[in-house]
């Protein structure tokens, strides 16, 4: 055990004055500290993506960061995605297209793919693909997680234009 | 209403992150348990030191077997044969370690950081002995008066001696199939709590079988069954792996009575596959006696199935089905499979998704192909030869499983395999594989069929009340392992009371709420469940109707249940609201024996399963190179019987075939000489990505609707992953040119190269004839 560092912790706008070690994970301080428990974990060491979520515009495995890393960050989680209650694009389209069954790989899979899209808003399939493998869905077998990105991508280009 | 692919009921919260999975579960001054695990794949414990762990600070305290002493061994929930119950696995170690993984101490401390900390602590001291890693192995001691061959099913009819001697010809095949498991993205979770106000025991993060389980803890810890109840969830994936009872469960209830504060336990990934269910690892040595027109006279299967270190809650059920399923959508005269359940040093075993089948299905299908070979027909004629016709359902096959006879109780299986070779335009395939072939490209197709089993009885309650507000709740001891069973639920409730589909509530996985249920595997939940609850609301909606034709004082048979309102067919008439009707009834008026105004129970009972099937192609093309294998395309053909919610079906399906496609290529848990599992991360244990499924195409039928539910249902978890590895080995085959090349799952690379050698070797040889 070591010593316990005072930090802040940025998410979806709102600041979590946390008091965590400084091997603790992002995504143990995210769901235990500042109980935004959206954000899943599933593996533990960087390979399913369930615990990814948008630090500083990137999305990141947050269980291969640890929390001091993510002080003063703006950290973006599953539970920032809808505004007022009106779902985002993207959970829009998953419903839609039944991208999600059990729904624990749900929120990665969001927070990858919202940080893309928001880079590269037209993104072709095959760089698209390159971008979805690297998370792992065990219910769905992806191909409706790929048709409800292109159509969210397709929606979020059309209201940006 | 029924038949529409509605959007799910359960996709809203779990789209904004507010589910509540079992690690999302927490109680102030809760405990973090960590299991310390053994090290050695067989090994006799000298000693547990837990001096260093227990004077860790933030260490509450530290169980070995000592502590443990009263509690039984977990016991067989399906498939008890007799003789199994020596080979049962108690919740901590305590003279010998029989796997790496194995639980030996338990460490319960303030977080679970501190918990790892103190686990690491922990010093064991062993004496290793000699470990056991082949199933087909001669059997060895397990225990004084024991030995690992734990028992052998046996199943058969007809006189098969006589058969094999008539046949115009034998052929024999060896093939084996990996030790794969479900390895669902949530791993394992178990919370208790201990209510001293209540006498009350609460175990939250259940799935599956709560019922079943709550039953079990409460005796394995001496309580009363109404004193323990299980609580579930969101469950994070399931496919056969979760909510079976395992130590870990019975360890956090027995720790929260004795320690008197919640406790938490959060598998990690490494325990988690080294520590939940394996399961498939089989070796089959089958035969068939076949006529000179390529028709089965008998088969003769003798398999041995890999259990692993202990039986666990599925008993012989793994075995027991493969034995009873092989024959698949075939006649077959007479039959004869010995199955032998055998005690390893892995693991232990239990099901997976189409558990049984997806090894069967690869035996069998690789026989037909094998048997066309030999024949010189066309591997599509060799099996319209063999398929039970449509005309001979139902179709006893004088056997039986999961205590019910096996009869296919409908199926139109040569029309299926009409309607998937006509959508995939197999003859134009058949000539374009043909033509690159010819251009020096390794590509092929397969073709495998299947029958499933699904709805499994004996039985399923609902009951379904009317709240005030018009909402309804319709309560089952069914559980949901994300597969949408709410909304299927809830769209046969709708359709057949006359309500929104919205607007229906379904409980599920609370042992509370309703006395009995049995669950959800099988494939069993929409057609227990879903007829229970037919019958519930047709019942209700009776009772509804009698009561507002008193009130409203209008002929019963001029009114009308549409959309949650009571409506007179007489125009104008008055109408009255569901719940309004409810209010009325709970205030005092006619009694329907409900003091909640509005409700109605029922049980569905069966003693048959359903037989659902299907029809799997799959393209496929070899690099040379570096052994990998493309899917081109994969065609899933399968009759449903009746689809309540297509687009559901087809995500069941969908996701099976990814999970099978993982069994045919990718993973396999794998054991160095010393027993030590070498599989222990996502990294080891490779299962698909997007980049590996392909669009998968599906004709979804329902043509042959089940006889033994009004609905016609029949179940869909498991047909999607069912023929994968058969069907893909079969296109592996005819890419490199060599029939009945592929005799084990999964095809990696390095077995795919290894056989592409031997190939090379044996043509620099000598020119040869394919053999089969």
Redesign the interface.
């Known amino acids: 055990?070591t010593d316990r560092l005072a930090l802040s912790l940025t998410i979806n706008g709102r600041d979590y004055p946390i008091w965590v070690?400084p091997?603790?994970t992002l995504a143990?301080a995210i769901?235990?500290d500042c109980g935004?428990?959206?954000?899943?974990?599933?593996?533990?060491?960087g390979?399913?993506g369930?615990c990814t979520v948008i630090v500083d515009g990137e999305p990141v495995r947050s269980c291969l960061m640890f929390a001091v890393q993510a002080a003063g960050r703006s950290i973006r989680?599953?539970?920032g995605?809808?505004q007022g209650g009106v779902?985002h694009p993207l959970?829009r389209a998953?419903?839609?297209h039944?991208g999600?069954?059990?729904?624990?790989?749900?929120?990665g899979f969001?927070m990858l793919i919202v940080g893309v899209l928001e880079r590269e808003p037209d993104i072709e399939l095959d760089p698209l693909?390159?971008v979805?493998?690297?998370?792992?869905?065990?219910?769905?077998?992806?191909?409706?997680?790929?048709k409800a990105v292109r159509a969210a991508a397709a929606e979020m280009r059309s209201t940006r234009s | 209403m029924i038949g529409r692919s509605l959007e799910r009921l359960e996709d809203r919260p779990l789209l904004l992150g507010r589910g509540r999975f079992a690690a999302d579960v927490s109680f102030g001054g809760q405990l973090a348990m960590r299991v310390v695990r053994s090290a050695h794949a067989h090994a006799k414990l000298l000693n547990i030191d837990v001096n260093a762990a227990r004077a860790l600070p933030g260490v509450h305290a530290v169980w070995t077997a000592a502590d443990t002493r009263g509690i039984p061994p977990i016991d067989v929930r399906l498939t008890l044969r007799a003789g199994l119950k020596p080979y049962r696995q108690s919740v901590l170690a305590s003279a010998e370690v029989r796997y790496v993984g194995e639980p030996i101490a338990a460490v319960f401390a303030e977080d679970a950081y501190v918990a790892e900390d103190a686990a690491e602590l922990v010093r064991v001291e062993v004496e290793d002995l000699p470990v056991v890693l082949d199933a087909a192995a001669q059997p060895s001691e397990f225990a004084p008066g024991l030995t690992t061959a734990a028992t052998s099913v046996r199943k058969g009819y007809g006189d098969i001696d006589a058969a094999f001697a008539a046949a115009h010809a034998v052929v024999a095949l060896e093939l084996a199939i990996g030790r794969h498991s479900a390895v669902p993205i949530e791993t394992r979770g178990a919370i208790a709590r201990y209510d001293v106000v209540r006498d009350m025991l609460e175990l939250y993060g259940a799935a599956k079988v709560p019922h079943w389980n709550r039953d079990q803890i409460a005796r394995m810890l001496g309580r009363d069954p109404s004193s323990v109840q299980l609580y579930e969830g969101h469950v994070g994936g399931g496919f056969g792996v979760r909510g079976e009872l395992y130590p870990e469960d019975v360890l956090v209830c027995a720790a929260a009575l004795r320690l008197r504060r919640p406790v938490k336990w959060i598998e990690d990934r490494r325990e988690h596959l080294i520590a939940a269910n394996h399961s498939r690892e089989q070796l089959h040595r089958v035969r068939a006696a076949i006529a000179r027109d390529g028709r089965i006279l008998a088969l003769d299967d003798e398999f041995f199935h890999d259990q692993g270190a202990y039986i666990r809650t599925h008993g012989a059920t793994v075995p027991d089905l493969a034995a009873a399923m092989l024959g698949g959508p075939y006649r077959v005269p007479a039959y004869r499979v010995e199955g032998h359940l055998r005690l390893t040093n892995k693991t232990p075993a239990g099901t997976y998704r189409a558990p049984g089948r997806f090894e069967t299905t690869f035996v069998r299908e690789r026989l037909l192909d094998a048997i066309a070979c030999r024949i010189g027909i066309d591997r599509i004629e060799v099996r319209r030869r063999n398929l039970i016709a449509c005309t001979e359902m139902p179709y006893p096959r004088a056997l039986e499983t999961l205590g019910t006879p096996v009869v296919l109780d409908s199926g139109d299986y040569a029309g299926l395999l009409d309607a998937a070779l006509a959508h995939i335009g197999w003859q134009a395939l058949a000539a374009r594989l043909t033509a690159r072939r010819a251009a020096g490209e390794m590509v092929g197709a397969g073709v495998a069929m299947f029958v499933e089993k699904s709805g499994l009885g004996p039985f399923e309650d609902v009951e379904i009340t009317v709240d005030l507000d018009g909402e309804v709740e319709v309560v089952t001891g069914a559980a949901s392992l994300g597969q949408g069973i709410e909304t299927a639920i809830a769209q046969i409730c709708g359709a057949t009371l006359g309500v929104d589909y919205r607007t229906v509530r379904v409980i599920h996985g609370q042992t509370d709420r309703i006395a009995r249920g049995l669950g959800a595997f099988a494939s069993r939940a929409t057609v227990m469940t879903g007829e229970a609850t037919r019958l519930a609301a047709e019942k209700l909606r009776a009772m509804a109707l009698q009561a507002a034709a008193a009130l409203m004082q209008q002929p019963l048979a001029t009114l009308d249940l549409a959309d949650g309102l009571i409506v007179s067919t007489a125009q104008p008439g008055p109408s009255m609201k569901l719940g309004a009707l409810a209010g009325a009834l709970r205030a005092g008026g006619p009694s329907l024996g409900c003091p909640e105004g509005l409700c109605a129970r029922a049980s569905f009972h069966t003693d048959h399963m359903t037989y659902p099937y299907g029809v799997h192609i799959a393209v496929a093309r070899v690099d040379p190179e570096t052994g990998e294998v493309v899917l081109e395309r994969f065609l899933l053909a399968y009759d449903v019987g009746r689809a309540v919610n297509p687009r559901l079906v087809e995500g069941q399906l969908a996701g099976g075939f990814a999970q099978g496609l993982g069994g045919a290529l990718l993973e396999e848990f794998c054991y160095d000489p010393r027993g030590e599992p070498v599989t222990v991360t996502l990294a080891d244990y490779l299962m698909p990505t997007a980049r590996e499924v392909p669009m998968l195409e599906i004709v979804l039928t329902q043509d042959a609707p089940s006889p033994l539910n009004p609905l016609g249902l029949k179940g869909a978890g498991e047909g999607g992953a069912n023929a994968v590895g058969a069907a893909i080995a079969a296109a592996i085959d005819e890419a490199i040119g060599r029939p009945g090349a592929v005799t084990r799952l999964p095809v990696t690379p390095q077995r795919l190269k290894a056989i592409l050698a031997a190939i090379a070797h044996e043509s620099q040889a000598a020119v040869k004839e394919p053999s089969c």
């Not at chain 1, 935004?36 to 060491?45: F, S």
């Open positions: 055990m070690e091997r603790r143990d769901r235990d935004q428990t959206g954000t899943h974990v599933g593996c533990e060491h390979v399913c369930a989680t599953v539970e995605l809808a779902l959970q998953f419903m839609a039944h999600l069954q059990c729904g624990f790989c749900t929120p969001l693909l390159d979805l493998a690297s998370n792992l869905c065990r219910c769905t077998g992806y191909q409706n997680i790929i």
